[in-house]
């Protein structure tokens, strides 16, 4: 019992210690990510041409739930008419409403594409908010001006619903549905996605996923969602990827 006590002390002054010798967790924070992909899918639809793509980004946070963050990737012609790359810039808060433990995330983002000549341009800003609980999120975008190039667009919205599971210690599963509103156009549609990324260790992760785009006017669909060769980017694909965190 004497040797039980004191091995229990022990440990407990050892665990304060490492505690106290523990280094604070930084006010701000630094990430980066680099990934190559198959195919650049956004929101289902292709925007390489169904040719691959790589694709990085940096973000910073502050533990007060304050981030911002910039994304690129290169684009095809088809996405945005005399730009090749597409570079996104973000910012926003998050945090957690009491006392229920759901998480919330309210922020900004724009689409840049540099070289774009298009009239108007695809250039686009969204408004978004996001709820989270366990595995499920939520999150509502809405544009503050023209939906990637579309005349009078103002307003549209997508509603992203995505859910994540650990499978096992390195395999996750996500599976997501999107609804694309575009105001006063008839090219609206859903987005569906299953995905399995396997971590490989050392801040590397593989990744395949399948998605699909169910078009709710098939007829501007195609004429919307079709590059200049006629190819259709809008149909069912599978993407593979290969992404390092640091």
Do not use: C
């Not at 198959?38 to 940096?58: E, H, L």
């Not at 001006?145 to 599963?173: P, R």
């Not at 169910?214 to 669909?221: P, Q, R, T």
């Amino acid at each position: 019992m004497k040797k039980t006590i004191l091995a229990l002390s022990l440990s407990a002054i050892s665990v304060a210690a490492a505690a106290q010798n523990k280094a604070p967790e930084p006010d701000i924070s630094l990430t980066g990510n680099f990934s190559l992909v198959s195919d650049y899918r956004f929101r289902g639809v292709s925007q390489t041409d169904k040719k691959p793509a790589g694709q990085g980004g940096f973000d910073v946070a502050a533990k007060s739930g304050l981030y911002a963050g910039t994304w690129t990737s290169n684009v095809s012609q088809w996405t945005a008419t005399g730009a090749s790359q597409e570079i996104d810039i973000y910012g926003g808060y998050k945090g957690t409403l009491p006392p229920a433990g759901i998480g919330f995330d309210i922020g900004y983002i724009a689409y840049q594409y540099p070289g774009n000549t298009a009239s108007p341009k695809n250039n686009t800003r969204e408004l978004y908010v996001g709820l989270s609980a366990g595995p499920v999120s939520y999150k509502l975008f809405r544009t503050t001006g023209n939906w990637f190039g579309l005349d009078n667009s103002s307003g549209s919205m997508y509603h992203d619903v995505t859910a994540t599971f650990s499978l096992t210690e390195k395999v996750t599963l996500s599976a997501h549905i999107g609804i694309q509103n575009i105001k006063n156009r008839s090219e609206d549609f859903r987005d569906l996605k299953v995905g399995l990324t396997y971590d490989l260790g050392d801040g590397y992760a593989a990744g395949l996923a399948f998605t699909s785009v169910d078009l709710k006017d098939e007829k501007a669909g195609h004429a919307w969602f079709t590059n200049a060769a006629g190819k259709k980017l809008s149909g069912n694909g599978t993407v593979i990827s290969l992404t390092k965190t640091f």
